[in-house]
């Protein structure tokens, strides 16, 4: 990799052997946020690099805002895993990947510092503008794998990234008491809200009953869209919230 990073706002490369190419040449056409789940950012810095773990990003931002580049964004990073978004099972060469460093949700799971949301956000600026990514494809690590992966988790604060003019955002509805789908429930209006989750992106099949596989991607729509419930119940403020996200989606021409 060479030594001058793809982003201005990279201020270190320290390259990662752990990497290969875009599979058919493609261009990234998702940004994916991970935090890095570990102690601290040495730990996460040395496991991105090491050639053993088989595992890295492009860019891992730390605490303080600083920004170090492991892969270059040509090349195809290994840090989605098992996953799909629309239909893509490939992530990893569809995307390019960002790690913050916070030691998530088994490990007390912090604030993101303001420093490091502020670089996030300049970063994620620049990286959609080259690669002309859409909004609606800028996501998190639980979208593209529910039920395996929770990061960036419900304290990323994407509304902040979309003031920043990147990902798709729409206020999330109140929440309010009325109709709502949980585990056991079954029938078309679960077929029908399955259905919806599948236009928008998450992987899920319309089996008509709310299964562990709906409140996984009912839970990650949350953790992204609704943060101030996480429970993987479809109230009403969630289903109002994918309903407006789906409407504000561009029209296909």
């Known amino acids: 990799m060479s030594l001058t990073p793809d982003s201005p706002h990279a201020v270190k490369v320290v390259p990662s052997p752990n990497h290969g190419p875009r599979k058919g040449g493609r261009k990234p056409d998702i940004l994916l946020l ?10 996460a810095l040395q496991r991105l690099t090491n050639p053993l773990a088989e595992v ?5 931002v730390w605490e303080d805002g600083r920004i ?25 060469t569809a995307s390019v990947g960002i790690e913050i460093v916070n030691p998530g949700h088994f490990m007390g799971y912090p604030d993101f510092p303001d ?6 956000c300049r970063l994620c600026a620049d990286i959609v503008g080259r690669w002309e990514i859409p909004a609606a494809r800028v996501l998190a690590h639980s979208d593209t794998a529910p039920g395996r ?12 990234l979309a003031r920043h003019g990147v ?22 209006p679960v077929r029908a809200l399955q259905a919806m989750f599948g236009v928008y992106g998450y992987g899920l099949p319309m089996t008509g009953v709310y299964d562990e596989r709906t409140q996984a991607v009912v839970t990650a729509f949350q953790r992204h869209f609704r ?23 561009p029209q296909a021409d």
């Open 227 to 249: 943060q101030e419930r996480v429970d993987g119940i479809a109230d009403l403020s969630t289903m109002g919230t994918l309903r407006a996200l789906l409407r504000a989606l």
């Open 56 to 60: 890295s990003s492009h860019y891992l």
């Open 34 to 43: 991970h935090y890095t789940g570990m102690v601290d950012g040495p730990s």
């Open 167 to 188: 990902g798709h955002w729409v206020e999330p509805e109140p929440i309010v008491e009325g109709p709502r789908y949980g585990p056991g429930d079954e029938g078309q």
């Open 68 to 92: 170090f580049q492991l892969v270059a964004e040509a090349a195809r990073a290994w840090h989605a895993g098992v996953g799909s978004w629309a239909g893509d099972a490939d992530v990893n």
């Open 149 to 160: 992966k929770q990061d960036p988790g419900e304290k990323f604060p994407w509304a902040t």
């Open 115 to 120: 420093v490091q949301i502020d670089a996030v």
